[in-house]
């Protein structure tokens, strides 16, 4: 009787150890994993549809990605000064940015118009100055604008595996032209048109800025760290 007292209480006092070894793992797995969030790389790109503008210089302020939890990160870190009317025929590297795997299902751009140069042409075929104006006839200041990427169906970066987003700022689409009588000026109506996808337009050149880094003539690569603009 004496002994078998001494087994049961042996018995509670093993799994009383076994159950908080397992808590103490489990808080530990949980931290770790916290702790050690896998990141991936995303090269943003900007590209533009075809239209009538000679320049359409604006500050962009802000460029977000959404995952699929609604978690934002921001990948521009300081305002960049950038004329869309030159990505007609071109893809330009825009920034290069580290953040948690995951799946992406939204892009968000922030666009400053208070210093923005416009000009478009007119029937003549000359450069005339343009103002941006929103849809109550008020001078444009900051617009966001936020988009699916790939339609919907969103996008996986990867953990060592670089991933490919192009942003289209469609200024045809985005953009109501109207000149005054005299053909000397415009006024812009704006509703911006923005469109997201990890597409690669081959008709396009892509172009990138930024230190040569090293060149290999064996693999015939060569390594660029980008500094746009």
């Given at each position: ?5 001494i ?9 009383f150890?076994?159950?908080?070894s397992?808590l103490?793992?489990g808080?530990?797995d949980?931290?770790?994993?916290a ?6 790389d ?8 075809e ?9 962009v ?11 934002t990160f921001?990948t521009l ?8 009317a030159?990505?007609?025929d ?17 892009a968000?751009i ?6 923005a140069?416009?000009?478009v042409?007119n ?10 104006l929103?849809e ?9 604008l ?5 339609g919907?169906?969103g996008?996986?970066?990867?953990y060592g595996?670089?991933a ?5 700022f469609d ?5 109501e032209?109207?000149i005054d009588e ?6 812009l109506t704006v509703?911006?048109?923005?469109v997201?996808n990890t597409?690669i337009a081959s008709?396009?050149?892509?172009r ?5 880094k090293?060149?290999n003539l064996?693999?015939?690569?060569f ?7």
């Amino acid at each position: 009787m004496f002994l078998h007292s001494i087994n049961q209480a042996a018995l509670k006092l093993l799994f009383f150890i076994l159950l908080g070894s397992a808590l103490l793992m489990g808080c530990a797995d949980s931290d770790s994993a916290a702790q050690q969030e896998l990141q991936g790389d995303v090269y943003v790109s900007l590209t533009d549809a075809e239209g009538d503008f000679t320049q359409y210089t604006v500050d962009v302020t802000g460029l977000k990605l959404y995952r699929a939890n609604g978690v934002t990160f921001e990948t521009l870190p300081n305002t960049t000064t950038l004329d869309f009317a030159q990505y007609v025929d071109v893809t330009e590297f825009l920034t290069t940015a580290t953040v948690p795997v995951g799946y992406y299902t939204k892009a968000e751009i922030t666009l400053d118009f208070s210093n923005a140069e416009l000009s478009v042409e007119n029937d003549q075929g000359d450069s005339i100055p343009a103002t941006a104006l929103d849809e109550n006839n008020n001078l444009l200041s900051t617009v966001t604008l936020t988009t699916l990427i790939n339609g919907g169906e969103g996008f996986a970066i990867r953990y060592g595996a670089p991933a490919s987003l192009t942003l289209d700022f469609d200024l045809e689409a985005s953009n109501e032209v109207e000149i005054d009588e005299n053909g000397e000026s415009a006024t812009l109506t704006v509703n911006p048109v923005l469109v997201a996808n990890t597409d690669i337009a081959s008709d396009k050149t892509r172009r990138l800025r930024g230190l040569l880094k090293s060149v290999n003539l064996q693999t015939e690569s060569f390594v660029v760290d980008i500094r746009p603009f």
